[in-house]
């Protein structure tokens, strides 16, 4: 039977874990009593309890394991989110090829981020950093949500800002009078959805441009990443091989595990990918993807802050700034989590701040020849 917390503080961000394993809602459960400012929502063993509990366990952050017997958390997704329409989900992944394609089936379907589960190369310790990491992101979003007196969800607010009009930048910069020879994109939580949503509508003007992502997720995960991003775009989407030719038309993702950059092999661009530390603690990170395409393409790049918590990126946009190019970065609105975004326009580097709805178009309208 699912198990209930005792009394938390009022303020104490509420964690429901449903995982079939013993050893982990255990160890889990440890982890959040022991923070002042997490509480414990319940336990669940299965996604059928979670959905017959949420309601009453009013969690703010659901950890959610993909795999799970009677019911997997895949099943049980859209039924959290209609028994907790304010939670954030947080899916929960063993590295295997077949979970990391359930994982991003479930971004697609609602839940906000993934985490990759302690075992098979995960070090306990950095997993329970990044769990708790992002539940605090999470949960904050859904307190900052709950204060501005909304019930709406991220898809119902994304539509709202969509439908508004943008807002210029403070002290935005003039957009590059090159022609745009290439986009670079940048995410981290609430990435996957943003990615796919963003090149779906792109499609008809990447044909003459190749497009270079990051996104922050291990090996396994970014392989399923570009699968889905060749269908969400109808365009060749691939993890980048080391050394090989950046081509128009199509999309290279960072593989988990390496940083992707660009290098000059001649008069051709070419991804190279870099096995040195991670950047901003993340590895594949945004800084050297976007310094290394700066270098290459100069005033022609065209770069795209998304959603993600952390500041990634925002030391790269000062290199794009720096060499003519233009970046765009997606408003606080629309964004699961502003960290990302919000640190590069914080650096005055940015040439607009857009809902995701109204990047596609303007990237087209760049790519087209538009300048002002």
Request: net charge positive.
């Amino acid at each position: 039977m699912p198990t209930s917390a005792a009394a938390a503080p009022a303020e104490a961000l509420r964690v429901l874990v449903v995982d079939d394993s013993a050893v982990v809602r255990t160890l889990t459960s440890r982890w959040i009593e022991a923070e002042p400012d997490l509480a414990l929502a319940g336990l669940c063993r299965n996604g059928r309890e979670a959905v017959e509990q949420a309601g009453r366990l009013r969690p703010d952050v659901i950890l959610l394991d993909v795999e799970m017997p009677d019911m997997d958390g895949i099943t049980a997704l859209p039924l959290l989110l209609k028994a907790a329409p304010d939670a954030m989900v947080l899916m929960a992944s063993a590295l295997t090829r077949r979970n990391a394609e359930m994982s991003i089936r479930a971004l697609a379907l609602g839940a906000s981020d993934v985490i990759a589960k302690p075992g098979q190369g995960v070090d306990q310790a950095a997993y329970r950093q990044d769990l708790l990491t992002k539940v605090r992101v999470l949960g904050d979003h859904v307190r900052r949500r709950t204060r501005r007196g909304s019930t709406t969800s991220l898809v119902r607010a994304a539509v709202i800002a969509a439908s508004t009009t943008p807002q210029p930048a403070a002290r935005a910069r003039p957009f590059s009078a090159a022609p745009v020879r290439a986009l670079a994109l940048g995410a981290s939580t609430g990435g996957p959805q943003a990615l796919a949503s963003l090149l779906s509508g792109l499609s008809p003007a990447l044909g003459s441009i190749p497009v270079l992502v990051t996104q922050h997720m291990p090996a396994t995960f970014t392989a399923a990443l570009a699968e889905h991003l060749g269908l969400a775009s109808r365009r060749p989407c691939r993890e980048a091989a080391d050394g090989e030719p950046l081509a128009p038309g199509v999309i290279y993702v960072a593989p988990g595990g390496r940083h992707l950059v660009v290098a000059r092999r001649g008069a051709q661009a070419c991804a190279r990918l870099d096995d040195g530390p991670p950047e901003n603690y993340c590895k594949p990170a945004v800084d050297p993807m976007f310094r290394s395409a700066a270098s290459v393409y100069g005033a022609g790049l065209l770069a795209v802050v998304l959603t993600g918590m952390g500041s990634d990126g925002a030391c790269g946009v000062r290199a794009v700034a720096a060499a003519g190019g233009s970046i765009i970065a997606q408003d606080e609105a629309s964004s699961v989590v502003w960290g990302m975004p919000g640190a590069a326009v914080a650096t005055g580097s940015c040439s607009a701040v857009l809902p995701l709805a109204a990047i596609a178009p303007k990237i087209t309208r760049l790519v087209a020849g538009e300048r002002a």
